[in-house]
């Protein structure tokens, strides 16, 4: 009796291991099969290849490469060389299955908005522009609230003596890319920033028509530079390098974009309007991988902290704490909602600056 009691507690032992065993391979299968498939498009500027000159992309890229160190996913690159470029690079990733694609840049709105009505299946992300799709999650920021805060350090910095790269003249300046509505985001940011400050600065703004063409970038630096403006403030992308480029062959002062720029012309960069592109290219990931993706739009400020500004340390004792409380004070205003910035030259025309 007692052998034949031992004989089945063996059985039964050897049983339950082997379905232990057999339930745990398709376990680790099924987690292999189950890893996320992230791709991200740039527009034509692509990555700048350089941590001196990072930008828009490059911001893009950094929240991608966070999301393979902590979620695990399987990220790709794909660097659009032209605009004719876009929908055949998004139909080949769809084509290989991804889960995700994050368009970065508004010149992907046509092209994500045609893809994702031809994949439905495959969620789609596009940043600094609203796709209205089912599977369409948009990304904007409320750049004017950054840009307002440095046209603030912008007026400051114009009316300030002793300082060789200042001249006796009360104005500054200001470089876009390609006209649009994003872009006058930017500008009339600045112009309500400089305006809050004091209304006697002139801004002179000009448009270089391109993210990618640095020349013009110079060359309308050096025209505002002779001009009479000491403190030029680029949203130009790569051809904001060439600004930097006019600021150090001319000896005035630079406001970077999206990034901190500070290590592009180390002495002439005085501050940066800083866009945390990486939150949103993470963010659209993360949503993915948690289940919890939700398309529409979302929107990125400075209350959220995808918006803000950076003054570059060894050039922070040409701002006397006086004046970096004000911004902060403005700062603070913007995030309780008791100041609205405008996005837009016909809003900043009806601008009352606050008393700060």
């Not at 992300?125 to 209205?132: E, K, L, N």
């Not at 919890?292 to 979302?298: I, Y």
């Not at 400020?301 to 918006?307: N, R, V, Y």
Request: charged share 25%.
């Amino acid at each position: 009796m007692k052998k034949a009691f031992l004989l089945f507690f063996i059985l039964v032992f050897a049983l339950s291991v082997s379905v232990a065993f057999t339930s745990c391979k398709p376990a680790a299968e099924t987690t292999a099969a189950a890893k996320i498939k992230a791709a991200m498009l740039t527009d034509v500027g692509g990555l700048s290849g350089s941590e001196e000159n990072k930008g828009f992309n490059d911001l893009g890229w950094d929240g991608f490469k966070k999301a393979e160190k902590e979620l695990g996913v399987e990220i790709l690159l794909v660097e659009s060389r032209e605009q004719a470029d876009y929908e055949a690079n998004i139909r080949k990733l769809a084509e290989q299955k991804f889960d995700v694609i994050v368009a970065v840049g508004f010149l992907l709105t046509d092209a994500v908005n045609n893809m994702a009505q031809q994949y439905p299946d495959i969620k789609f992300a596009i940043i600094d522009s609203v796709v209205d799709q089912p599977n369409v999650a948009s990304f904007v920021f409320t750049e004017e609230q950054g840009s307002f805060l440095v046209g603030m350090l912008a007026a400051y910095l114009t009316s300030t003596t002793g300082n060789d790269k200042i001249n006796a003249d009360k104005i500054v300046g200001f470089v876009g890319g390609m006209e649009g509505p994003l872009i006058e985001k930017f500008e009339a940011g600045y112009k309500a920033g400089v305006m809050t400050v004091d209304p006697d600065v002139q801004v002179l703004s000009a448009y270089t028509g391109s993210f990618i063409d640095a020349g013009k970038g110079k060359e309308i630096g050096i025209s505002e530079f002779n001009n009479k403006a000491d403190v030029i403030y680029h949203a130009a992308g790569e051809s904001g390098l060439g600004v930097f480029e006019a600021a150090k062959e001319n000896n005035f002062f630079a406001i970077g974009v999206d990034t901190d720029q500070k290590n592009a012309a180390p002495g002439f960069v005085v501050a940066s309007m800083i866009k945390h592109v990486e939150v949103a290219s993470f963010t659209a990931i993360k949503d993915v991988v948690e289940g919890t993706f939700k398309s529409g739009v979302h929107v990125l400020s400075t209350k959220e902290d995808g918006i803000g500004y950076t003054i570059t340390p060894d050039l922070k004792n040409l701002f006397s704490q006086d004046i970096i409380d004000k911004v902060e004070a403005a700062k603070k205003m913007i995030i309780d909602g008791t100041l609205t910035v405008p996005s837009t030259l016909a809003d900043l025309e009806k601008f009352q600056a606050p008393e700060l």
